[in-house]
Structure formats: C-alpha cells, structure tokens
C-alpha cells in the first residue's frame, strides 16, 4: 500500500473507466455516495494487475481524529488471507497494492512486514472506524457511516488493456451494529431471480472477465465479526440472450466469495458453442446452500453484486450487474423488453468474417488517440478510367482527363543515413507539459525493418530496453510493443509530481543505418493527479553518441 493524499492516476498504467453513477436503490448501496464499508475485486495472478484506492470523506468526526480503516481480503474459495489497518486523515485517500499489504500509522509508516498476495484473486472490503489520536484499531471502535468512497482498476498484461469500476459502498443496520445489505430495497423483490450483464460479442474481444461477489452480513474475520464476508457455495446458471432472442445454454457458475471467468471457451462458453452478435448475458436462479440468495430462507443477508469487463485492443470498459426479473415457469430466459439499455458497440450482428476493432468503429475513451500513419495512404481515390471505346452512331467527343482528388506527393531530398553504433541506436522519448502531472502515455511508432526491440507486451525483454528518469522511486511504469509500435506508460503512486519526464529507449537496428523519417514522432497524453487529463507534448531525439553519419 501506498500512503498518500491525492488519488493516483492509475488511467497512465491502464485506460481506467470508471464512472461514478447514482445509488442503487432506495438506500444502504451505492456506487457513488460516501459508505460505511466498501467492497470490491482484487486480481493478482499471473498476467493481472490490481490497484484498490479509497478516500476519507466524512464529516462525523473532529479533524483531528484519525479513521481507522479496517481492511480484509478474501479469496476466490472464500478464505481470509490477509488484514490491516490503514489510519486516514482528513480528506485523505490510499492506493492499495495487494502485492504489499500492511497495516499503516498516521504518518504513512508501515507497521510490520508487508504481505504479498500474489498468484491470488477475491474481493476486498475496507470499513472506516472512529480511531483514538494514535489511530489504535480494533474491534471496539465506533463505526463511522458515510465515511468512505474508493474504486478499483484491473489490468490485464497480454492484451496491454485495463477497466476499472467504483467500489460497491454499504451503509449500517438500523441499530447501528454491522454492515447492513439492504436487501429489501434492492431490485428483484427481496429475493435476487437474475443478475444480467451487457456482452460483446466474444469473439471480437482481446481481453475479457467477469467478476461476481457473493457477499454475506455479519460474516467477518473473527476480530471484525460484524463486517461483510464471503457468501459460500454459490451455484447459478447462465444464458446468453442475442440481439436476435435467440437463447443460448453456457456453463454454470459455482462459486464461494467471488469469481473470475473470461467470455470464452476456457470459461463461461461451452465447446462447439457460437455467439454471433453482441448479447445480454442472465445468471438465473442464483442459490447458496440450496437458499435463495436474498429470500427469506436465508435470512435476507445475502446478495450477489458483478462486473463484466470487456477490452478490445488497448480500450478496456466494463458493466456492472442489473438485477431483478422473475423466471418463467417454463425456465426459458425470453429476450428483455421491458429495460432495453443501450449496448457500448454496434448492435448488428456483423459479418462472420469481420471482426471490429478500434480503428473501425470510435470508441468513447478520453484516452483514445490515433496512431499517426507511417506513409500516405490513397485508399479508395478512382483512378482515371481508359478511354472508352466509340459508341456507335455517337459522335466521338474528347473528354477531358479527370481532375486527381488528391495532391501528388511532393518530391523530397532523400535524408542522409546515419549509422547505428554497436547495433542499436538511443532514443530520448521526452514529455513534457505546463502543470506538473503525476502520469504519462505515451505512444511511438517506427519502421520495423529498420528498428526492433526483443519480445512483445509488458515482457521483461520490452522493459530492459526502457530507462526512465523524472519520476520518483515509487512511480510505476508499463509498456506495451507491438511489431511497429511502443506504447509507454507511467504513474505516481505518491503526491509527487513533474512537468517532464524522459524515457530513454535502446534498439536495435539494421546494418543499413537509418533515417529519423523511420521514427515519425510521438504523442503523449499526461494526467493530473486527480485523474484529469493534461496537454502534454513529445518529442524523441536520438541520444549522444549513438549513432554516426555513414
């Protein structure tokens, strides 16, 4: 965890969308409104990052008494892995890495050793407690209402693509002695019959996984009894509904605490099973031990809250779960016609053989930007048509040659060719912008038969080849190489900041030398602490002796 007083802007590492929205219900959850208590998915097995963040905002209490936030992580099979507790003063926020767990004083110091949760995945819940001067956490300390907000981002390395979601907040019971889910005034009567997703079509996706909490009252550690826990032994089935109605059986869910599943054949989709447009996707009948979750047979404390995220290319989105229509008799899901809501791509089912990305169809990122072409393209211009042969009987007319719709290309004295020294030339990637900024992304395109870099991705090979400076120790940094292409990517953890930051990149080229027409330049996006987007500009320029005039 990292002790800090400005929200990180986690967007630089990974396209973070997450978007505040009004409260569920009538009351106890929200997705936007200061809680008592706060839950949501953590993922760090291999090939995933995760960050938790989390803000004091009440006002129950004196400034200067400290918040005491009670942490739990649960695992995927409904264990407790770890706790902590982490001292918050006013308005202050934390960013929590679940590779390093600890518990904190009010200075920021670590109290312990921290705990590493790799290679797990589950949910969180942090729960804000009236703390004495020293912050002291306990089981005795006076729940504070109203006192949290925070969110998540989830990022997944092969694809170089991230979402991020609010975290679910929920309120105490009437008497004021544990974490209360209001069931009553959730959708779906009281007892949840459906929870559905909005998915895209599957084969279009790069990078996809849906995450459900099962979430139980008064189901705590041993030291916090009354907090949220894991609900155990969860079952459901699932159905696909396309844009056409058509009904498709996909695998069934079991669960305890929470689960991860992708939108294909290692996951929900069943073998030699098609879906062919963009779909809604219904969990039905949900139970837990055999008892309604939510019913009156289990008491009412139990619910099942889910995100769906979806990421094709680099432009990650997700969805959170809608609840709430009765199940036929029958069993059959019909497609919905009561709440159409509007699907984030095309809705027609495309063609077989197209598959939409990025390039085709615009997507609503603030980070979006596109990639400045290497060469001109003429794509789609006519071109003069022969001269057509006499129609009899017509008298032959001269037309005049058709006007290009486009200018001819300029002729241009070919650059001298430098050669590269050793092999491999420097290149200083340089960012800069008018207010200090606290994240960076970056992307560079080149020509792939004059300059290459070892691996693909985020791999180790990609980021022993990058060298940064301008950013603290505790900044983290990403990339993301494809064959002619490097995205970068880098971000404070702390409340420092700069106004330049310089990534130094080392690569190997040909023996015939090259031209900086083979690198085009660069564009940079920064962002403010709070997550807002900056004007930055970039430039790259080769370093000092590394390459020589042939």
Known sequence: MKHARKYAPMIAVALLAANATAALGAQGVSYAQPAH?????????????????????????DRETMLATHWAFWSDSGDLLAESIVCLGENETI?????????????????????????QRGFATATGYAGTQECAGGGDERPIDGSLVGGFT???????????????GFGLSANGSYVDIPVGSLPGRGTLSEVGFQMLRPDSLDFSVLILLG?????????????????????????????????????????SGAHFAQLDRNGLIPDATAIGSASLLVLSDPRSDGAH?????????????????QAIGQFGTSTRARFGREVPPTGIVPAPQSTPAPTPSPTRAPSPTTTPRPGSTPTPSPSARPTPSLTPIFAGTPSPPANPAPTPGATPVTAPP??????????????????????SIVLD???????????????????????????????????????????????????????????????????????????RITFD??????TMEDIPGCTAQAFLANGSPAPATCGVSVAAGSAATM
Do not use: K
Request: aromatic share 6%; with cysteine.
């Open 293 to 309: 979750v939510g019913g009156a047979d289990r008491g009412s404390d139990s619910w099942i809250f889910g995100l769906l995220g």
């Open 37 to 61: 208590s706060l839950a949501m998915p953590f993922d760090v097995t291999e090939g995933r990052v995760s960050f938790l963040y989390v803000s004091r905002v009440d006002q129950q209490t």
């Open 154 to 168: 989830l990022a997944d390395i092969a694809s170089g693509s991230a979402f991020g979601h609010d975290a679910i």
């Open 509 to 514: 080229c040909t023996d015939g030398g090259y």
């Open 215 to 255: 979430l139980r009252e008064q189901a705590g550690s041993e030291r916090f009894p009354a907090e949220l826990g894991p609900l155990r032994a969860v079952q459901a089935s699932s159905t696909a509904i396309s844009a056409l109605g058509e009904s498709v059986p996909l695998r069934d869910i079991r669960f």
């Open 402 to 423: 058709p006007t290009p719709s486009f200018s001819p290309p300029v002729p241009t004295t070919t650059a001298a060719r430098s050669a590269c020294v050793g092999n």
């Open 429 to 503: 990637v340089r960012v800069s912008a008018s207010a200090p900024f606290s994240g960076i992304d970056v992307t560079l395109p080149y020509r792939s038969n004059v300059l290459t870099l070892p691996g693909a991705g985020n791999s180790p090979s990609v980021l022993g080849r990058i060298e940064w400076s301008g950013m603290s120790a505790s900044a983290l940094f990403a990339a993301n190489h494809t064959d002619a292409s490097l995205r970068l990517a880098g971000a404070e953890l702390g409340p420092d900041a700069s106004t330049a930051v310089t990534a």
């Open 95 to 119: 960013v929590v890495d679940p590779l390093a767990i600890a518990s904190r004083t009010p200075d920021g110091a670590t109290i312990g050793e921290a705990v590493s949760l790799r290679g």
